[in-house]
T-cell receptor, first 115, second 116 residues
Framework: AQSVAQPEDQVNVAEGNPLTVKCTYSVSGNPYLFWYVQYPNRGLQFLLKYITGDNLVKGSYGFEAEFNKSQTSFHLKKPSALVSDSALYFCAVRDANTNAGKSTFGDGTTLTVKP | GAVVSQHPSRVICKSGTSVKIECRSLDFQATTMFWYRQFPKQSLMLMATSNEGSKATYEQGVEKDKFLINHASLTLSTLTVTSAHPEDSSFYIC????????????FGQGTRLTVV
């Protein structure tokens, strides 16, 4: 079984400040971890993924995430938030042995960046 | 990158009618496509897995006669919501993968269905 938790429904930050969106996961085998962003009435846009290798993963639009195996976490970070980063963010996990479409998604975290 | 196109982006239909949503992989052959449903401010719920040339596999609780899925080619899967009712109103998203060993899935833009 696999699951993912995004403990915060809402994250508010001021523009220019660093942001963190939290994600913890549970999977029986090796995890593949993903972050997606969704704007209103749009599909999911891929931000970054962790498959193997360096624990710090850099992705699109200046976002990065750190894979922490001992804490089973994959928090999304950005050093300096922009108002345009305001959106709904989803963390997803799947076991490396399962099909790419069988990821389990978190409930999402709404990020609001205020000017 | 891989592009998945979904059409239409928005559709309004009358209760009792059927509506078809298309999901196309534009620059790759998708061996498998997936259909999700998303309620407002909620996560994606996998409805079914669609393999080219075979019957779709539905998740538990999803009515296969209600949500007809056809994957006639390696670039096209369709979801038909039959005899739609207001409770079927939702945001439907497809994704596609290329090859059985694919690491990630690519998502369409989504379709907002409103049944009146």
């Amino acid at each position: 079984a696999q699951s993912v938790a995004q403990p915060e429904d809402q994250v508010n930050v001021a523009e220019g400040n660093p942001l963190t969106v939290k994600c913890t996961y549970s999977v029986s085998g090796n995890p593949y971890l993903f972050w997606y962003v969704q704007y209103p009435n749009r599909g999911l846009q891929f931000l970054l993924k962790y498959i193997t290798g360096d624990n710090l993963v850099k992705g699109s639009y200046g976002f990065e995430a750190e894979f922490n195996k001992s804490q089973t976490s994959f928090h999304l970070k950005k050093p300096s938030a922009l108002v345009s980063d305001s959106a709904l963010y989803f963390c997803a996990v799947r076991d490396a042995n399962t099909n790419a479409g069988k990821s389990t998604f978190g409930d999402g975290t709404t990020l609001t960046v205020k000017p | 990158g891989a592009v998945v196109s979904q059409h239409p982006s928005r559709v309004i239909c009358k209760s009792g009618t059927s509506v078809k949503i298309e999901c196309r992989s534009l620059d790759f052959q998708a061996t498998t496509m997936f259909w999700y449903r998303q309620f407002p401010k909620q996560s994606l719920m996998l409805m079914a897995t669609s393999n080219e040339g075979s019957k779709a596999t539905y998740e538990q609780g999803v009515e296969k006669d209600k949500f007809l899925i056809n994957h006639a080619s390696l670039t096209l899967s369709t979801l038909t919501v039959t005899s739609a009712h207001p409770e079927d109103s939702s945001f439907y998203i497809c994704s596609a993968v290329r090859g059985s060993g694919a690491i990630e899935a690519f998502f369409g833009q989504g379709t907002r269905l409103t049944v009146v």
